[in-house]
T-cell receptor, first 111, second 115 residues
Framework: GQSLEQPSEVTAVEGAIVQINCTYQ??????LSWYQQHDGGAPTFLSY????GLEETGRFSSFLSRSDSYGYLLLQELQMKDSASYFC????????????FGSGTRLLVRP | GAVVSQHPSWVICKSGTSVKIECRSL??????MFWYRQFPKQSLMLMAT?????????EQGVEKDKFLINHASLTLSTLTVTSAHPEDSSFYIC???????????FGPGTRLLVL
């Protein structure tokens, strides 16, 4: 089977840096994605890693270590609007490359 | 861009009726579309994978006769919840990707309430 673990909640202060970790166990790993979801909304794509290393997109960066089955999302210069749920998701090598989502990390940014 | 729309955004129906939800990729052709269900404060659970022109592949535990999926074109997939019951009330979200293995773009979701 497959499983993903990420912290359930993280609290940080506006302007700070926060790291959300994700560990996974899956067969046929293809890549690790990160999605943001605000309450009542749909997930929006943030970042994707297929190879080891760091991917940077503005204030958000994502890291992957395939050998450790581990990745993280790094959010810098936190803003109040970053308060949301963040999901890591693995895509598997099969005919559809479907995504399996983690349970999500609820980030609360305080003033 | 990569825009995915869903219709309707909200639906309330009586128990026993059927509800159809549409998912459209507006500015790209999607060879693969996915349907998810999300209960409050929970993660997204993949229900099925829909490939244009072929039968959908359902995840374990998802009743294919209850959740009918049709992917008739490269821009449209539909999910029909048949004989809906209150326990089917949920947030249904579709996603689409241009090619298998590429980024999935999500629709805004459809909230279903079965009375």
């Amino acid at each position: 089977g497959q499983s993903l673990e990420q912290p359930s909640e993280v609290t940080a202060v506006e302007g700070a840096i926060v790291q959300i970790n994700c560990t996974y166990q899956t067969s046929g790993f293809y890549g690790l994605s990160w999605y943001q979801q605000h309450d009542g909304g749909a997930p929006t794509f943030l970042s994707y890693n297929a190879l080891d290393g760091l991917e940077e997109t503005g204030r958000f960066s994502s890291f992957l270590s395939r050998s450790d089955s581990y990745g993280y999302l790094l959010l810098q210069e936190l803003q109040m609007k970053d308060s949301a749920s963040y999901f890591c998701a693995v895509s598997q090598v099969d005919s559809s490359y479907k995504l399996i989502f983690g349970s999500g990390t609820r980030l609360l940014v305080r003033p | 861009g990569a825009v995915v729309s869903q219709h309707p955004s909200w639906v309330i129906c009586k128990s026993g009726t059927s509800v159809k939800i549409e998912c459209r990729s507006l500015d790209f052709q999607a060879t693969t579309m996915f349907w998810y269900r999300q209960f409050p404060k929970q993660s997204l659970m993949l229900m099925a994978t829909s490939n244009e022109g072929s039968k959908a592949t359902y995840e374990q535990g998802v009743e294919k006769d209850k959740f009918l999926i049709n992917h008739a074109s490269l821009t449209l997939s539909t999910l029909t919840v048949t004989s809906a019951h209150p326990e089917d009330s949920s947030f249904y979200i579709c996603s689409a990707s241009r090619q298998a293995g590429e980024t999935q773009y999500f629709g805004p979701g459809t909230r279903l309430l079965v009375l």
